[in-house]
């Protein structure tokens, strides 16, 4: 049993390595109180920890109220480069995400539960088939658990384009005209869950609401876990309290606490002004500055850096990463990635690139079949905002000291060939 | 003769990854597509009136005159009931396909 009100929670009792299904069972008693499930969930508040933030018992109430084949998808794909929460979490204990998602195929009735992790994890992928593997010889009861492994695609982790591979091998999104949209495999109905949730899932069925309820704030209950990268010492994943002030989450990370600005969110996330990081990090705090905890992402950037000169090098690899299904995202992204660096190089090209630039954002708005598009457009308006100054500076023909030195601090991986992209 | 009263509105919208940007649309309903500088249609999210006939019929065209059957005029007459069913209807479930890659 986990005293109520403590930290950590989801990282409770591990080491180095994975934990073995008794000790995971040692940590955390055996899962049977799972009889109120449905009124605990509903009384949690819990919220999804894959980035949009939707309630979860919202989600199990539309499944519940499908019927056929039903089931249950994990999400373990960490899209977002600058994350490492799930391949943490399933590389440190798996068994409390598939006590979760176990417990969510109870909910709706499910019969199958899938769970993914990228293939260029082969650790992680490794982890969980031996905890899947410990679970098959012990002969729980309960649905039975496949491990897949599509390849690593920063859209590959969005939910119909999961389902998409699981259903077809295809890394693509799928058109939802209408939400809420039921996606499916074959016919039969899937709920889709990050492995964070999962894990919180894990724990609500075991303790209870209430107990749950005893860390975050009323709105945005529990803990959630953190990917600090950026101007940090070294990047680190930590658990924290929802309602805890991100200067206090940058000290315990040993990150620099008087940042130029922090982007929260991930990569479609938003620039949180170096000024403002007094604020509590939970998304009733941050809606007013239109932001969220998304995907849990604090990527931090010091003052000696160009926000301009990073965001320029996101957006390429953003627009690089779509799936090229939809004209406005396949051609809009690259144009705004060109706009972005004939801002950074400044003159007469950057003004017309900049007025360009915000004229693009409003056309390519909500025109992709997923939200990628969305994402890139939010981030690029955060940075013409809150990098305003660096921008006018550039646009002068003075561009600042970080855009001349070569030190950058966001993590993108390296540009690939577009012909060596694999999408199955 | 007698008066053909249409209610309620509709929306013409496009799958985006069906689209390839023929631009056949802005030609047949110009007073609801335009396109963008890369040939790809942008269309109004809001209402039309159906009693609106000439927009109504010119969506009807660019729906039939579309090369990759992308467009769709959706009625929204009344809150739409949540639907159990996608509008890609999902394919048959085959023995075949359940043993080629079980899950």
Known sequence: ?424 | MGVIRRTGMFILQVNPILCDGFGHCAELAPELVHLDEWGYPIISKEPVPMADLGSYESARYAERGCPRQALHVAKVNSPAPVSNVPLNLPRPARAVSRERRPL
């Open chain 1, 1 to 424: 049993m986990i005293e109520p009100g403590t930290l950590p929670r989801l990282f409770a009792g591990v080491t180095n390595r994975p934990l073995s299904l008794e000790e995971h069972e040692r940590v955390f008693q055996p899962a049977d109180n799972v009889a109120s499930l449905l009124e605990e969930l509903e009384a949690s508040g819990l919220v999804g920890r894959g980035g949009a933030g939707f309630p979860t018992t919202r989600k199990v109430d539309l499944l519940r109220q499908q019927r056929g084949h039903k089931y249950v998808v994990v999400n373990g794909m960490e899209g977002e480069p600058a994350a490492h929460k799930d391949n943490r979490l399933l590389s440190t204990n798996p068994h409390l995400v598939l006590d979760g998602a176990e417990m969510l195929a109870q909910m709706i009735g499910a019969s199958r539960i899938a769970i993914c992790v990228a293939r260029d994890n082969p650790t992680v992928v490794n982890h969980v088939e031996r905890a899947i593997h410990e679970r098959a010889r012990r002969n729980l009861r309960g649905p039975g658990i496949d491990l897949h492994t599509p390849p690593w695609r920063y859209v590959a982790g969005e939910e119909s384009a999961l389902v998409h591979w699981l259903d077809d091998n295809e890394s693509l999104p799928q058109y939802r005209p209408g939400r809420p949209h039921i996606l499916r495999i074959g016919r039969g109905p899937v709920l889709v869950d990050n492995a964070e949730t999962c894990a919180s899932v894990g724990l609500i069925g075991r303790y209870g609401a209430q107990w749950f309820r005893s860390l975050g704030t009323a709105e945005h209950p529990g803990s959630v876990i953190v990917s600090i990268t950026g101007a940090v010492a070294r990047p680190s994943v930590l658990e924290v309290n929802l309602g805890t002030r991100i200067s206090n989450i940058l000290a315990t990370a040993d990150a620099d606490t008087s940042p130029q600005a922090v982007l929260l969110g991930g990569y479609g996330g938003a620039w949180l002004r170096g000024d403002q990081i007094n604020t509590p990090y939970s998304n009733e705090s941050l809606e007013q500055f239109k932001l969220s905890v998304g995907a849990g992402i604090i990527a931090v950037l010091p003052r000696e850096a160009c926000g301009i000169a990073e965001a320029h090098r996101v957006v390429r690899w953003m627009a690089h990463e779509s799936a090229r299904q939809c004209g406005p995202c396949a051609f809009g992204l690259p144009a705004l990635a060109e706009d972005l660096l004939a801002v950074v190089r400044g003159g007469h090209d950057g003004v017309a690139a900049l007025t360009r630039l915000q004229d693009r954002c409003g056309i390519i708005e909500g025109r992709g079949a997923c939200r990628h598009p969305d994402g890139v457009v939010r981030f690029v308006r955060s940075s013409i905002e809150v990098f305003a100054q660096d921008i006018d500076s550039h646009l002068r023909g003075a561009p600042c000291a970080g855009a001349r030195s070569k030190q950058r601090f966001l993590t993108v991986p390296a540009l690939e060939h577009e012909e060596d992209l694999i999408w199955e």
